[in-house]
């Protein structure tokens, strides 16, 4: 069942005294969401920009490249601040990140999904969309211009929405993927599984 905005503030208000809280921080003005009427809640650009760097890689295997190093030496971390913008040329690509530092609890998941009113100016959010349950840190957000115009992105404005629903089952299971935690947009690692490894061999 997804939560409507109301049930999200409630959530959120009850957070100081659960034990397992939803905790969104900065927290929204908890009396716009309840009269908002959605089903979701808007999360605002944060102040990091992972920037793909020119490679001299022709093909991005992942069975060659080496996990440890390509993070570090095919992007470039920018802070831009509040009052500037960051400018994303056509057919160009940039991982952002929320300002929102998000918890869920162990019965609650989400998604992301992108603004309507942005996509129809050709920006794409195409977000890792599922927030699994324990989930502890700041989203990633996969930003390309898919249109003919550069686009001003500005740190703190609304960029995405937020799509909370309830788990079934009892669980103490949470998140421990390699995304949780962080404040800054990160490529995180990926390989071959052992049956595509497998599966591979000759």
């Known amino acids: ?8 503030a409630n959530l959120i208000e009850a ?41 001299r890689i022709g093909v991005f295997d992942i069975a060659k ?3 440890n190093t390509y993070e570090s030496e095919h992007t470039e ?19 952002g990140v929320t300002l929102e530092w998000i918890r869920l609890p162990k019965n609650l998941a989400g998604y992301v999904t992108a603004r309507s009113s942005w996509g129809r100016r050709g920006l794409i959010i195409a977000t890792a969309v599922g927030v699994h349950p324990g989930f502890t840190g700041c989203l990633s957000l996969e930003l390309s211009n898919v249109g ?4 001003a992105l500005h740190p703190g404005m609304a960029i995405c929405q937020f799509f909370i629903h309830e788990v079934r089952g009892e669980s103490d299971c949470v998140d421990k993927s390699r ?15 052992e049956i595509a490894k497998k599966l591979g061999n000759k």
């Open 179 to 193: 995304f949780v935690g962080f404040r800054r947009p990160i490529l995180g690692p990926i390989e071959l599984d």
């Open 65 to 67: 490249v080496s996990q």
């Open 148 to 151: 003919e115009i550069p686009i």
């Open 77 to 95: 971390m920018h802070y831009i601040p509040f009052d500037s913008t960051y400018i994303l040329q056509p057919r160009s690509f940039v991982l």
């Open 15 to 55: 957070g100081k005294t659960t034990k397992d809280p939803l905790a969104i921080a900065p927290q929204p003005d908890l009396t716009d969401l309840r009269s908002s009427g959605s089903a979701s809640l808007d999360l605002r650009l944060g102040t990091w920009f992972a920037v793909p760097r020119q490679s």
């Open 1 to 8: 069942m997804i939560l409507k905005a109301e049930q999200i």
